[in-house]
Each structure stands twice: as C-alpha cells, then as structure tokens.
C-alpha cells in the first residue's frame, strides 16, 4: 500500500481525464467524475451510476448526472509505488467512462481493461 494525499490522487484523476481524446469526452453528456475516499465494497476501485449514452432515448431530459466514482482507498490499497497508482488509475477511469459509452465488462476485460 502506498499513501498519497486526497489532493494529489484527485490530481491523477484529472490527468488520466486529460488523456481520453476530445473525439470522445466531446461525446461525453451529464456526467461528473468524482474522487471518494473509501469504497462501498473491498476490491471496487471504482463505479459508474446513471443511463449510458447509448441506452439514452428521447425521454432523457431533466435528470440527475452520471456519477464515476473513483476510489482512492482501493486503489492506494492495491499499488505500491507511485507509477503503480498512476497506471491503476488511469485504467479504472477509462475503464468507467466506457460503461458511461455503454461498452459492458465482458467487452472490457476483453481489451484489457
């Protein structure tokens, strides 16, 4: 396990937010993604509530955001070196905007996420 600052792993998540390509986060509708310090279940490294994009018809209007949960307990609790938490969270990122995309966990561990 390493330790890091709130601060400092919220700024990971901004970076690795920085590296999804505009042709994608252009797309990206009604959704916040946020830094919680501890998950709701051991293991869970983050979590992606709402209605993906491609699920979404014309009823969708006047709802709440999406929500991506980061979970920095997880994640620290898991890596042991800096570049570690970097690349962790970078993944899990990615690999929640996909299910906000509408790309289920069958077609991510598939591409390696």
């Known amino acids: 396990m ?7 792993f919220e700024d990971l998540v ?8 505009t042709e994608l986060t252009d797309h990206m ?5 946020q830094v919680e310090d501890h998950a ?9 509530q709402g209605v993906p994009l491609t699920e979404r018809g014309d009823w969708y209007a006047g709802v709440l955001p999406d929500q991506i949960s980061i979970y920095r307990d ?3 609790t ?3 070196s800096r570049d570690q938490v970097v ?9 929640e905007i996909a299910h906000h995309f509408g790309i289920d966990d069958e ?7």
Do not use: K
């Not at 509708?29 to 993604?33: M, S, Y």
């Not at 709701?40 to 992606?48: D, F, K, M, Q």
């Not at 690349?87 to 690999?95: G, Q």
């Not at 077609?107 to 996420?113: A, D, I, K, P, V």
């Open 2 to 8: 390493i330790e890091m600052s709130r601060e400092d």
């Open 14 to 21: 901004g970076q690795a937010l920085d590296t999804i390509p």
């Open 29 to 33: 509708r009604n959704v916040v993604v």
């Open 40 to 48: 709701p279940e051991p293991g869970l490294l983050g979590l992606y």
């Open 74 to 76: 997880q994640i620290l």
């Open 78 to 80: 898991i890596c042991d």
């Open 87 to 95: 690349e962790e969270v970078r993944i899990t990122v990615v690999h």
């Open 107 to 113: 077609r991510l561990h598939t591409l390696g996420y």
